[in-house]
């Protein structure tokens, strides 16, 4: 079945250091999207990519798509204390309606 | 605009006792609905999906249960829980026509002792 992982499985950095997490997919993609789950909160939708070797940034965060649409990666520039969570990446399940197949998820750490 | 409601938001239940979660979607028509599970410090897990009233669909064999007696409105139930069960319950929605993304519910923390 579809796979998706992420690593690391978690992140130890300081206040103001730069922070990238990692997607692959065992099957190609139509889109792959992230989230951002706060300590005691709910996963959030952060943004979509669909075309092959497509970037995306939002402020500090740069998302990107492999040109083979099987991997992603999410790159937070200088951290800051409210970039601390888990991050998830997710590809769609079979013809979509059947929901996302999520990675275990990079947990941020971030030591002031 | 679509929001979705989960409750209750903690849970703490003995083993061998009935579980029932009630997930409600306003703001939107025909929506897909799902059912997630988190285990501590865990990835999510997909336990059930819907497309429509009474049309339910399994993922996982487990102690679990749902039901979407109306368009909106998706519950998560057990009969007899057993520790296992134990989690962090989401429900999210996205819209049928194929979802940009997936709204997800504040969440039940369920603790089965």
């Known amino acids: 079945g579809q796979q998706v992982m992420q690593i690391p499985q978690y992140q130890h950095v300081q206040e103001g250091e730069d922070f990238t997490t990692y997607c692959n997919s065992s099957t190609t993609l139509s889109n792959i999207q992230w989230y951002k789950q706060r300590p005691g909160g709910h996963p959030v939708f952060l943004i979509q990519l669909v075309k092959s070797g497509e970037v995306k940034k939002q402020k500090r965060l740069t998302f990107q798509f492999g040109e083979a649409k099987k991997n992603s990666s999410l790159h937070i520039t200088a951290t800051q204390t409210t970039d601390v969570g888990t991050y998830f990446c997710?590809?769609?399940?079979?013809?979509?309606?059947?929901?996302?197949?999520f990675g275990k998820g990079t947990h941020l750490i971030i030591q002031p | 605009s679509q929001t979705i409601h989960q409750w209750p938001a903690t849970l703490v239940q003995p083993v061998g006792s009935p579980l029932s979660l009630e997930c409600t979607v306003e703001?939107?028509?025909?929506?897909?609905l799902y059912w997630y599970r988190q285990a501590a410090g865990r990835g999510l897990q997909l336990l059930f999906y819907s497309i429509g009233i009474d049309q339910i669909s399994s993922e996982v064999p487990q102690n679990l249960s749902a039901s979407r007696p109306q368009d909106r409105q998706f519950i998560l139930s057990s009969k007899k829980l057993l520790l296992s069960d134990s989690g962090f319950y989401l429900c999210?929605?996205?819209?049928?026509?194929?979802?940009?993304?997936?709204?997800f519910g504040s969440g039940t923390r369920l603790t089965v002792v």
């Open positions: 703001g939107t028509s025909n929506p897909n």
């Open positions: 999210a929605w996205s819209v049928r026509t194929p979802g940009p993304s997936m709204a």
């Open positions: 997710a590809g769609p399940r079979r013809g979509g309606a059947d929901g996302l197949t």
